[in-house]
């Protein structure tokens, strides 16, 4: 039986009704009986309308956008109200309740193009192919990857959320195991490692269909992961992604004295993000009046910064721990290495992080000096 509190909220430009759920503030929520709605996710459909309006803006063609598991509608609903160009959007789900909300929804908004499907995602990516495919699960999204790369057309854009970080970073490394295929490990740069096992499964089930992965922008909050990675046709590409899908050991990690010796991964060691992606991106936001504008435009700056740089980055509260010292100032460390002529960066995975192209053996002494 549905609890009656259905409320009237805004997101974006676009009002929805939706079931407002006691969650905390923070976190990923909680599966109950109702449709799902959780406000904590505003950032990650602001996202993912910025990565939609910059692929529509690039194609010649109509795109054709899948919210896939959309429990409310919201995020397809926000899709087919806020986009611009040419597109349609079709927004799946199995929940009786909810897909009779997903209908209100779109009445209210009188979206008379939207496709709304009662039904499982697996059959409809089975039956047709979209240029743009929202996995947003509770939990994992590894049991749908399969699916979408089957559906997903050349150069078109699987967007993801993952809210099992603790699994890929190395809390339960078992049910990582199981899941990714792959081990993981804890410690500093455990959510980097995780979003990259994350990529590296992804990057695997795409080749199976000879298809390659470019990852478009990868960011990650307190409790989920989130990417839009570009999935494009053709041995060249798959043979490119794949030589980014390896099996690491501990020792070639940053301040790997911290760790215990150890294989991780496969994972993916490639770019993170795509620069010129994320400069429109920004350029979009800073024109658009999202709620979290404030919040985009520094995880896209961060992102920016970090997307040509190496992969695993340097913590100074960790290189603190490793030499006994008190935390060494990130902007201290970073201004070194740059004077040495090195490029450096900020990490968007911890605010006490920096990417560099100097040696580790240079990094870890200006690390203990500084
Ligand atoms: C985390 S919620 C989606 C949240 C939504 N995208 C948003 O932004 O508010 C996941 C939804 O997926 C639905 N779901 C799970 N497995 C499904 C499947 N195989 N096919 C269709 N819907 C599914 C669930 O009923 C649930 O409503």
């Given at each position: 039986?549905?609890?009656?509190?259905?409320?009237?909220?805004?997101?974006?430009?676009?009002?929805?009704?939706?079931?407002?759920?006691?969650?905390?503030?923070?976190?990923?929520?909680?599966?109950?009986?109702?449709?799902?709605?959780?406000?904590?996710?505003?950032?990650?459909?602001?996202?993912?309308?910025?990565?939609?309006?910059?692929?529509?803006?690039?194609?010649?063609?109509?795109?054709?956008?899948?919210?896939?598991?959309?429990?409310?509608?919201?995020?397809?609903?926000?899709?087919?109200?806020?986009?611009?160009?040419?597109?349609?959007?079709?927004?799946?789900?199995?929940?009786?309740?909810?897909?009779?909300?997903?209908?209100?929804?779109?009445?209210?908004?009188?979206?008379?193009?939207?496709?709304?499907?009662?039904?499982?995602?697996?059959?409809?990516?089975?039956?047709?192919?979209?240029?743009?495919?929202?996995?947003?699960?509770?939990?994992?999204?590894?049991?749908f990857i399969d699916s979408a790369m089957r559906s997903i057309t050349h150069n078109g854009i699987l967007?993801?959320?993952?809210?099992?970080?603790?699994?890929?970073?190395?809390?339960?490394?078992?049910?990582?195991?199981?899941?990714?295929?792959?081990?993981?490990?804890?410690?500093?740069?455990?959510?980097e490692i995780g979003f990259r096992i994350l990529l590296g499964m992804l990057c695997r089930e795409a080749?199976?269909?000879?298809?390659?992965?470019?990852?478009?922008?990868?960011?990650?909050?307190?409790?989920?992961?989130?990417?839009?990675?570009?999935?494009?046709?053709?041995?060249?590409?798959?043979?490119?992604?794949?030589?980014?899908?390896?099996?690491?050991?501990?020792?070639?990690?940053?301040?790997?004295?911290?760790?215990?010796?150890?294989?991780?991964?496969?994972?993916?060691?490639?770019?993170?993000?795509?620069?010129?992606?994320?400069?429109?991106?920004?350029?979009?936001?800073?024109?658009?009046?999202?709620?979290?504008?404030?919040?985009?435009?520094?995880?896209?700056?961060?992102?920016?910064?970090?997307?040509?740089?190496?992969?695993?980055?340097?913590?100074?509260?960790?290189?603190?721990?490793?030499?006994?010292?008190?935390?060494?100032?990130?902007?201290?460390?970073?201004?070194?290495?740059?004077?040495?002529?090195?490029?450096?960066?900020?990490?968007?995975?911890?605010?006490?992080?920096?990417?560099?192209?100097?040696?580790?053996?240079?990094?870890?002494?200006?690390?203990?000096?500084?």
């Open positions: 039986m549905i609890n009656p509190e259905l409320s009237r909220i805004r997101e974006g430009s676009t009002d929805v009704f939706v079931y407002l759920h006691k969650t905390a503030d923070k976190g990923p929520g909680t599966k109950t009986g109702l449709p799902f709605y959780n406000p904590t996710m505003k950032l990650n459909r602001d996202s993912s309308l910025l990565i939609a309006q910059w692929f529509i803006d690039t194609q010649d063609q109509p795109i054709r956008l899948l919210d896939g598991l959309a429990a409310s509608g919201i995020r397809g609903i926000r899709f087919a109200n806020e986009l611009t160009g040419a597109f349609t959007v079709t927004i799946n789900e199995w929940n009786e309740e909810a897909f009779s909300l997903i209908q209100k929804n779109i009445s209210h908004n009188m979206l008379e193009s939207v496709i709304a499907v009662k039904g499982n995602v697996h059959r409809v990516l089975a039956d047709q192919r979209f240029d743009y495919i929202d996995i947003d699960p509770f939990g994992s999204p590894a049991s967007a993801c959320t993952a809210t099992d970080t603790a699994a890929l970073s190395g809390v339960y490394p078992k049910v990582c195991l199981r899941r990714y295929g792959a081990w993981s490990l804890h410690g500093f740069l455990m959510r080749a199976k269909y000879d298809k390659g992965i470019r990852p478009l922008w990868c960011f990650s909050t307190d409790h989920y992961f989130r990417m839009y990675v570009q999935i494009v046709h053709g041995k060249r590409y798959v043979n490119d992604a794949m030589n980014n899908y390896r099996i690491i050991s501990s020792e070639e990690l940053p301040l790997s004295d911290l760790f215990s010796k150890t294989l991780v991964g496969p994972l993916w060691l490639g770019p993170l993000h795509t620069s010129s992606v994320l400069q429109t991106c920004q350029s979009m936001n800073l024109s658009l009046h999202l709620e979290t504008r404030n919040q985009l435009v520094k995880i896209l700056d961060i992102c920016g910064e970090e997307s040509l740089m190496p992969p695993f980055f340097y913590s100074t509260d960790a290189a603190a721990s490793l030499f006994k010292i008190s935390p060494p100032r990130l902007i201290t460390v970073m201004d070194q290495l740059a004077q040495q002529g090195y490029r450096v960066s900020r990490c968007s995975f911890s605010p006490y992080g920096f990417r560099t192209t100097a040696p580790q053996k240079l990094v870890q002494i200006i690390l203990e000096k500084a």
